[in-house]
């Protein structure tokens, strides 16, 4: 439980300190104030970054060249970060860490409008609602991910740019950064599909205890690319579709290619559910990713919930649920208006922004 919370400098706040008492407390008041500030600056630490910003800078008031985060939790750990606009660091109790060793260390789950177009938006809106919860399971996944993304981006540009000078290119030319890709590709199709399979029956358990129905949930990961998901798979691929790559002039195997696809009653969620029923397949899938979480990490591992404007999406009964998930953790509310919260049945720490 984070018990205080100090911002300085950060998006519009010029300084300014939170003290929390309960375990579910909601930012409230009108549009544009920076309630989602707050719940940003949190996720920056847990997993380093925010769920909408598009650089550092964005981070960072007008007029000033840093910023600060920092928490006291109930264990008497204090976690801050930095924030500069080429770059960011991490203190645990003073000790400088690196991202791998931080990330993760305050687990967080969040609930956000951006995740109700989930279903029917991009490939890379999905990728990143799963990539931020799978940093925080596993601390290799980021590394593997990352060095995929260097990888592929590196070799997408020699492509380009031989192509470009009129040289066709050799397999030897791009054979460095296929060797990355054969190391990382398999592991970040292992553990996605790790996360999966322990995903499974949680997911279908809070589903039917949300909608009260056995309508079934199923999520797969799924690739553009017939591939044996294994080093020596990866790289029969490379080779057998170099042309492929050449004329394409991109990779066509990377972590970036692959999709998160949603069946619910054994058909795609984009053309069987309504705006009700997907509402309660993110709930579900913020309890079952609460459950994964738990019993990777131990029943300790809490995490807080961030919920960002969610009391204007779902309606009493679904309000009821997202109560209920909240049980036995700190969550973080934001809202327009302070009767949203009125029925809560539990103690509630409203703030004022």
Request: hydrophobic content about 40%; proline content about 4%; glycine content about 6%.
């Amino acid at each position: 439980m984070i018990e205080k919370l100090h911002l300085s400098d950060f998006r519009n706040v010029a300084d300014r300190s939170f003290d929390f008492h309960e375990r579910v407390v909601i930012f409230f008041g009108g549009n544009g104030r920076g309630k989602t500030n707050i719940l940003e600056a949190i996720s920056l630490l847990s997993v380093g970054r925010s769920w909408r910003e598009t650089s550092a800078s964005d981070l960072i008031r007008t007029g000033t060249d840093s910023a600060q985060i920092s928490a006291f939790t109930d264990k008497k750990d204090h976690f801050r970060v930095q924030l500069q606009p080429r770059g960011r660091a991490f203190f645990r109790n003073e000790k400088k860490l690196p991202r791998k060793r931080f990330f993760g260390q305050i687990p967080t789950l969040l609930f956000a409008p951006e995740h109700l177009s989930l279903f029917s938006g991009t490939k890379r809106d999905r990728q990143q609602f799963f990539d931020r919860f799978l940093i925080q399971l596993w601390p290799g996944y980021r590394e593997a991910l990352t060095r995929a993304d260097r990888a592929s981006r590196q070799k997408n540009s020699l492509f380009r740019q031989v192509t470009q000078d009129g040289v066709s290119p050799r397999i030897e030319d791009v054979a460095p950064w296929n060797e990355i890709l054969i190391e990382t590709i398999p592991e970040v199709w292992r553990l996605r599909t790790k996360f999966l399979i322990q995903l499974s029956d949680p997911l279908q358990h809070q589903l039917s205890q949300i909608s009260h129905s056995d309508d079934s949930i199923e999520v797969s990961l799924v690739s553009p690319e017939k591939f044996d998901p294994t080093p020596d798979g990866v790289r029969d691929f490379f080779t057998a579709n170099f042309s492929r790559e050449v004329a394409a002039r991109k990779s066509l195997l990377s972590p970036f290619r692959d999709d998160f696809s949603f069946s619910l009653r054994e058909r795609p969620i984009v053309t069987t559910a309504s705006r009700g029923e997907e509402r309660s397949v993110l709930l579900a899938l913020l309890g079952a990713k609460r459950s994964v979480l738990q019993h990777t990490r131990g029943d300790e591992a809490a995490p807080i919930l961030l919920l960002d404007d969610c009391f204007s999406e779902l309606d009493d009964d679904r309000q009821a649920a997202l109560e209920r998930l909240c049980a036995g953790t700190q969550a973080f509310f934001t809202t327009t208006h302070r009767e949203h919260f009125a029925r809560f049945t539990g103690a509630v720490q409203g703030v004022e922004i």
